[in-house]
């Protein structure tokens, strides 16, 4: 069982910067991929980013890819999302996920096992 607890999410100005947080309850954090996700109103969960567990590689949603880092902390069994030049278009619920499969398609919302609470992010123009 892992749980994950997201912070960081806010109210911000469009181009303003947002880092959102993800603390993981687990001994074995370096075991799971890390990704993020995120919905907005009326609209499916899409996939943002993700983390490699194996060689620490990151993918990136062709949304956000140049402006949306992720990164993480084994130490602090934590990973973040660093949103810079953010849009009205990413207001949503981002979510933190983990997945223990070895090999898995990170961008596929069905393959984690884990899902945080969620937090709320909203761009204003």
């Known amino acids: 069982q892992v749980q994950l607890v997201e912070s960081g999410g806010g109210l911000v100005q469009a181009g303003d910067s947002l880092r959102l947080s993800c603390a993981a309850s687990?001994?074995?954090?370096?075991?799971?991929?890390m990704g993020w996700f995120r919905q907005a109103p009326g609209k499916e969960r899409e996939f943002v980013a993700a983390?490699?567990?194996?060689?620490?590689?990151?993918l990136y949603a062709d949304s956000v890819k140049g402006r949306f880092t992720i990164s993480g902390d084994n130490a602090k069994n934590t990973v973040y999302l660093q949103m810079n030049s953010l849009k009205p278009e990413d207001t949503a619920i981002y979510y933190c996920?983990?997945?223990?499969?070895?090999?898995?398609?990170?961008?596929?919302?069905?393959?984690?096992?884990?899902w945080g609470q969620g937090t709320q992010v909203t761009v204003s123009s």
């Open positions: 687990t001994r074995t954090f370096s075991n799971w991929h």
């Open positions: 996920a983990a997945d223990g499969d070895y090999y898995s398609d990170l961008r596929k919302a069905r393959n984690y096992d884990y």
């Open positions: 983390r490699s567990r194996s060689d620490l590689t990151t």
